[in-house]
């Protein structure tokens, strides 16, 4: 089998033989294969496309290509979330307690965030004692115990992936549906998940600018799951402005425990119950979504959502009584509002740039050898379809630095008030299962 032949073949319209794709995964991981012809394969997938059976025996080469997470000796059904990413996005946090504390076992690996804020983990560390460097054991341990724990990414998971991004990152081929799809995927099953639910993002602060490519995603990413034995949903959900209120690592803590509490913002509360009952129904702990749905409302009503939330916290050696007062999580040294310059309507919050202006007050990190300032960040207090008076505070800064005319400056550019009322945009676009 040569290399060539397989590149001519994709660039030809032809499909690919899962023999063919394997030989490629394996030749390209342990440098056979060089960069150059690995490139033109690349391309031509972009050019050329995949099927639905390319595009699963893609995602299994890679899963194959390094170690695989065994979670067989966690009770129930692992159903891992993934979120394509965006701005304010705090559902982790509040989705982990909400689905454990219905007996749905949550092993989730995370990562550190690179961008607007921190992943998972950083926002969790914002919590003092709080820490993820726990051994297989006690994470197995302690996801039978409790039905929940979280862990950082460790071993070497789908080797071929690390490579074929950093790849697709100089080849302008990060933007080809069956090698995003692949590359998500092969993550997912590789980390041991039985079941996957997905949240794929649209608007200015997402990957997938357009719901049309969101769509394309997610129904390609659904046929990948249910191709390789993984029971998989995907919602499309909207990021033109940022989720919930909180930008920022220790803010978003604060959110995560007002939602738990029943009182966090609207749409970081349906999303949450919208993903969470897909998670509860593929666990298979609900007839149906609908049974889900009252089971998640039940357990944030009576407070079992909380309760899970400090009993997670302190397995991890985190200070539980931050659940009851916030005030003990990070703190910045400065907090400014930023009034509305205008009577109107919001008619516009672009998520990306708001976080921007997050990640230059420290929130978030440019490289990943970048310092994360925990207590910083922004807290709407306005979404697009609000009513403003001139005056009012849009927002509040928390920082550390005293010259934040940049940021404040920024904030104002992207944000625009309508004399006209704006009606709100629908939060989810559309639910995608088998």
């Known amino acids: 089998m040569r290399m060539v032949d397989i590149i001519e073949k994709k660039r030809n319209r032809q499909e690919l033989t899962t023999e063919e ?5 394996k030749g390209y991981t342990d440098g056979t294969i060089p960069d150059y012809q690995a490139s033109a394969l690349l391309m031509a997938i972009y050019f050329q496309n995949m099927n639905d059976r390319e ?18 000796k966690i009770n129930g059904i692992k159903v891992d979330k ?21 007996g749905v076992p949550v092993a989730k690996m995370s990562g550190r965030g690179l961008g607007h804020t921190g992943g998972t983990i950083d926002k969790l560390e914002s919590i003092t004692g709080f820490h993820v460097e726990i051994s297989t054991e006690e994470f197995i341990k302690l996801v039978n115990e409790n039905k929940i724990a979280v862990v950082g990414q460790s071993g070497n998971l789908t080797p071929a992936d690390k490579k074929l991004y950093a790849l697709r990152d100089v080849t302008a081929t990060v933007n080809s549906i069956p090698l995003i799809a692949s590359s998500i995927m092969s993550k997912k099953i ?67 425990i007002d939602t738990l509490k029943g009182h966090g913002p609207k749409d970081l509360t349906e999303l949450c119950l919208t993903l969470g009952s897909q998670m509860v129904y593929l666990s298979k702990q609900a007839k149906t979504i609908d049974d889900a749905r009252k089971m998640l409302e039940e357990v944030i009503t009576n407070g079992k959502a909380l309760d899970k939330f400090k009993q997670f916290i302190a397995s991890q050696g985190g200070d539980p009584s931050i659940v009851d007062d916030p005030e003990k999580l990070p703190k910045a040294n400065y907090v400014v509002e930023l009034p509305a310059q205008q009577t109107g309507w919001i008619e516009e919050i672009v998520a990306d740039e708001i976080g921007t202006a997050a990640m230059i007050l420290g929130a978030g990190r440019l490289t990943k050898e970048s310092m994360i300032d925990l207590a ?46 704006i009606t709100q945009p629908p939060l989810i676009h559309e639910i995608i299962g088998e």
Do not use: C, W
Request: glycine share 10%; aromatic share 4%.
């Open 55 to 72: 595009r699963a025996d893609l995602t299994m080469a890679m899963v194959e290509s390094g170690d695989k997470i065994n979670l067989s």
């Open 190 to 256: 590789a980390a041991g998940a039985d079941a996957i639910v997905l949240d794929v993002k649209t608007g200015a602060g997402a990957f997938m600018k357009t719901i049309q490519d969101a769509e394309e995603l997610a129904r390609a990413m659904v046929q990948i799951g249910n191709k390789v034995g993984r029971e998989t949903m995907a919602i499309i959900s909207d990021m033109s402005q940022p989720l919930g209120y909180a930008i920022g690592n220790s803010l978003e803590v604060k959110e995560a």
């Open 82 to 102: 993934h979120s394509t990413g965006g701005v304010g996005d705090t559902t982790t946090l509040v989705l982990g307690p909400l689905v454990a504390a219905v």
């Open 376 to 421: 910083v960040g922004i807290v709407l207090h306005k979404k697009v379809g609000d009513k403003v008076e001139k005056g009012d505070s849009l927002l509040t800064i928390h920082a550390n630095k005293e010259n934040i005319e940049e940021v404040k400056t920024l904030l104002y550019n992207n944000i625009k008030i309508s004399p006209n009322e």
């Open 21 to 25: 794709i394997n030989f490629f995964i």
